[in-house]
């Protein structure tokens, strides 16, 4: 089985080590595992919200899919590294040059200096991707969606109420998504393209699962590559989504703030529409809910969906890995 994830940061990384945990109950060895099952997962990463910030360049998603499968994540904060130090970044702050809003660790900013040294070689960053995930042993192959820098940027009221743009990062960490958004931009988009093996990761899948990552700036980024949304539309692979809205409230961030900049109910309902049924268009063909929206999957299958309600808060790596094995089984229902 080949299971292609497209992820934003901590809630797509946290889905995915579910995956990866419930694929190795049913991988030779396991008990009860059909003679010559195999599986390979391989992530479609958000690029969107790297920047470059004190000289080096900063993949905040792709880090966090490193470290969570890789078994090194600060478990609390759900990014950046476990026992970190912000030692490096103290010191400069002591000098006056600011950036106090976006803290590198001295552990994670090791990773930002390897990262820059292997671009400045000229490789691609899928391949200082793979370069990196060589320590760490995710279980599966990270893929930046694309290798040119397209950076979400925020369209915000300036002081004198015209239109200022801030770096996504500025707007969701220093300013926490309070400064109502105009309008999201892809910096860049435009001349990209989707990096290398992500079509082929599409095209070749036997599942595509959209985990419970923000549709509007995490995912809606991966599919706005030209030639991402028309792979995933074309794709013989059933995709299923799982809702990242529990009971009408985000379940982790602030994705409301960007649901509601383009016009989207925070409701798991209103995200399956915003996505679209593959059989109209949209780039979906089921969709899974949390028990507590258990009304709005009846609603939703009066539609013509593939819908189910199951607990979907991922609580702890077992109850995830049940969450994963729900999604598949609902794709696998959907075909019989």
């Known amino acids: 089985m080949k299971i292609t994830v497209l992820s934003g940061g901590v809630g797509g990384a946290r ?32 690029t969107g919200d790297d920047m470059w910030f004190r000289g080096v360049r900063v993949c905040p998603d792709l880090d966090t899919l490193m470290y969570t499968l890789g078994g090194a994540v600060h478990e609390d904060q759900g990014w950046g590294r476990r026992e970190e130090t912000t030692r490096t970044s103290t010191d400069l702050a002591a000098y006056g040059l600011g950036g106090e809003w976006f803290t590198l660790g001295d552990l994670d900013l090791a990773t930002h200096l390897a990262r820059t040294e292997l671009l400045r070689t000229g490789l691609g960053l899928a391949d200082v991707t793979a370069r990196l995930c060589r ?47 105009r309008r999201f931009v892809q910096v860049g988009l435009g001349p990209s393209q989707p990096g290398p093996g ?33 792979a995933l539309r074309a794709t013989r692979a059933p995709v299923v989504g799982v809702s990242p809205v529990i009971g009408g409230a ?17 409701s798991a309902a209103a995200v399956a529409r915003h996505y679209g049924r593959r059989d109209e268009g949209g780039v979906l063909d089921a969709w899974l809910l949390d028990t507590a929206d258990a009304a709005a999957a009846e609603e939703l299958r009066a539609e013509g969906w593939v819908a189910r309600a199951v607990p979907t808060l991922m609580t702890d790596v077992p109850t995830t890995a049940r969450i994963a094995a729900d999604a598949l089984d609902l794709v696998a229902a959907g075909r019989r």
């Open 15 to 46: 889905f995915t080590r579910g995956l990866l945990a419930h694929l190795r109950t049913v991988l030779p060895g396991a008990p009860d595992a059909p003679a010559g099952t195999t599986a390979e997962v391989t992530v479609v990463a958000n």
């Open 135 to 181: 320590r760490w042993s995710p279980g599966a192959r990270l893929l930046p969606m694309t290798e040119q820098e397209v950076e979400t940027h925020v369209e915000v009221d300036g002081p004198d109420g015209s239109p200022v743009l801030l770096h996504f990062e500025e707007w969701w960490v220093r300013h926490r998504a309070a400064l109502p958004a």
């Open 198 to 230: 992500v079509l082929d990761a599409l095209r070749d899948a036997d599942v595509v699962v959209v985990p419970p990552s923000n549709p509007v700036v995490s995912v809606g980024t991966i599919l706005a590559v030209p030639g991402v949304r028309d």
């Open 250 to 266: 985000p379940v982790r961030g602030m994705a409301d703030a960007c649901l509601r900049a383009i016009g989207v109910e925070t």
